[in-house]
């Protein structure tokens, strides 16, 4: 007996226990657990917003989006999988093994929607929107994609888009990144990635406890992702474009007013698309190609500036008093710096700061150097934007480097010699600048001593930011020293044997001065820096050839720029 009563206490016991937790779930925790049970019947099916456009000046498209559509199957009933597969693959035109394969690569589960096909047209959309009342678990949603309507046109401006890296992700999953998201690399699309990206949105459907769809909840639009207008001049671009093409290098045209970019151009070029349309091959042979297509020559590459590095030496010498205009040197063709003798071009005779910049003269600056010295030279090359970077707005901006005895001792526990002064006085030695850089120092003497901030973007979502960027930085110099060096670079083009003279035909006054680079074991690299019209400019422009010659073979490319955008009506 005694042993039946506590059997009969442990039962109601267990049955005070069961009770206790059959009221805990339905009345204490019964609101959180339908709520529980209501969100896994729910799944989200996203629909991406369109990124957002990239304008030029004029409000002309550069980048935009064009629809698509991904076809998704929710599946259900997996032995219904291979039914529904098939007759896609007789609508689509699509290999039915092609699409199978695709369907396993992305399946998760029975009650999320896979996506089979990607990128497919109106045509087939309409064709599956028909099928649809026969199949409701075919799902079709619309994917905008970048479209480039002028294919490799500013190129590395733009930048590319692609699937995130986990490089990038490890930086930005605070920020609302996520696998597989589409991000920029390089140019505008990664700067500005966080404006140009859109937000998801979609369709919220309820399934079933078997995971099968039953009913659609609502639809939340997904967001655009902001415009962003550029200073870029289509007609412009195009030009400088279709004048480099088949060389390797760069050309910027620049307001030396206020720093805005009109073209900016890095050659050899690539077209973003194949990132867009995911073409594997191509995209292999981008980044193996020797020449680098994907570098933006302009701004993230460094060379030795050559001879309109003089007009860095010429500046510094003027100002310290080492020289005035009336000073001249003789030139024989070459001079004794120590044991070592170092070449001019040419022979040119007695001449003086215009005549030396007119003719290039080597032997001119290698002096003017001595004068003025090495530690002066790179504390003027600073002064003038160079062995820094300007702060451009696309990444990868490189800061180019101005040698000095201070930095040779510290880094390198040796001696400065005067042999490295006559080096650095033309521009070669370890001295390396930018184009970008070129085109910012020349900007001084056409806006009478002011550094720009060069820049290319003037709106975000309509904001305009022209105001914000535009900054003039003094170099103060002597207007003297600025009317000297002016009036030398007018004559580099107006004289009949300055180095230039190949522009003097145009229509337009050009001032500007040339560089030609030696490179060991290769072809000479090619500048031209100028600006135009020489009494009131409105254009820097730097033409730079990467083994493209001398000197001459970038103005020939500057005068063919210039006569088209005179011909179009641009100047």
């Not at 570098?295 to 020289?323: D, G, Q, T």
Request: hydrophobic share 40%.
């Amino acid at each position: 007996m005694e042993r039946k009563n506590i059997l009969n206490l442990i039962i109601i016991f267990l049955f005070c226990v069961l009770l206790v937790g059959l009221l805990n779930l339905d009345i204490l925790q019964g609101s959180k657990l339908r709520k529980l049970s209501d969100s896994n019947s729910i799944r989200l099916i996203s629909q991406s917003g369109a990124r957002g456009n990239i304008l030029d000046r004029n409000g002309e498209v550069i980048v935009d989006n064009r629809i698509s559509y991904d076809v998704m199957i929710l599946p259900q009933e997996l032995d219904r999988v291979d039914y529904l597969l098939n007759r896609l693959s007789r609508i689509l035109g699509t290999e039915a093994a092609q699409l199978k394969e695709t369907f396993k690569k992305n399946f998760i589960s029975s009650s999320v929607p896979v996506t089979v096909a990607s990128n497919i047209n109106l045509k087939g959309a309409i064709l599956l929107g028909e099928y649809r009342a026969e199949e409701p678990c075919i799902i079709i949603t619309p994917k905008p994609l970048r479209h480039y309507p002028y294919g490799t046109l500013a190129a590395h401006v733009l930048g590319y888009i692609n699937q995130i890296d986990r490089w990038r992700l490890t930086k930005l999953e605070d920020y609302g990144y996520k696998t597989k998201d589409i991000v920029g690399f390089g140019g505008l699309e990664e700067k500005y990635d966080y404006y140009l990206r859109q937000e998801e949105g979609g369709l919220s459907v309820e399934v079933n406890h078997q995971g099968k769809f039953t009913r659609v909840l609502g639809f939340q639009a997904p967001s655009n992702g902001k415009d962003i207008q550029l200073t870029l001049d289509l007609k412009i671009q195009k030009i400088v474009e279709d004048s480099m093409a088949g060389r390797k290098g760069s050309v910027i045209l620049m307001d030396p007013q206020d720093g805005q970019i009109f073209a900016l151009a890095s050659y050899p070029n690539f077209n973003p698309a194949i990132f867009v349309n995911n073409r594997p091959t191509l995209i292999a042979e981008l980044f193996n190609n020797p020449d680098a297509p994907l570098i933006n020559r302009a701004i993230s590459s460094s060379y030795p500036p050559a001879s309109v590095f003089k007009v860095v030496v010429a500046s510094a010498a003027l100002e310290l008093k080492k020289i005035n205009p009336s000073t001249s040197f003789l030139c024989l063709g070459s001079i004794m710096v120590g044991a070592r003798r170092f070449s001019c071009w040419d022979t040119h005779g007695e001449q003086d700061i215009l005549g030396a910049i007119t003719h290039s003269c080597d032997v001119f600056f290698y002096k003017s150097g001595l004068l003025v010295g090495a530690q002066n030279i790179h504390d003027y090359a600073l002064k003038l934007g160079f062995a820094k970077m300007v702060g451009f707005e696309l990444p990868y901006e490189t800061g180019g480097f101005i040698p000095s005895p201070l930095w040779r001792k510290i880094n390198k526990f040796q001696n400065w010699f005067d042999g490295d002064t006559v080096n650095l006085s033309i521009g070669q030695g370890d001295c390396l600048v930018t184009p970008l850089q070129v085109t910012n120092m020349m900007a001084v003497f056409a806006n009478g001593g002011f550094l720009t901030s060069p820049y290319i973007v003037k709106a975000i979502g309509g904001l305009d930011l022209s105001a914000k960027k535009k900054k003039l930085i003094p170099v103060n110099f002597k207007k003297s020293t600025l009317n000297t060096i002016s009036n030398g670079l007018a004559r580099v083009v107006a004289d009949t044997k300055g180095t230039g003279n190949v522009l003097s035909s145009l229509p337009v006054q050009v001032a500007g001065k040339t560089g030609t680079a030696q490179v060991a074991h290769k072809a000479t690299h090619a500048w031209f820096a100028g600006y135009f019209p020489f009494d009131k400019p409105r254009f820097v422009i730097c033409v730079f050839l990467e083994n493209g010659g001398p000197g001459y073979s970038a103005t020939v490319i500057a005068k063919r720029i210039i006569e088209a955008m005179n011909n179009q009506g641009l100047i």
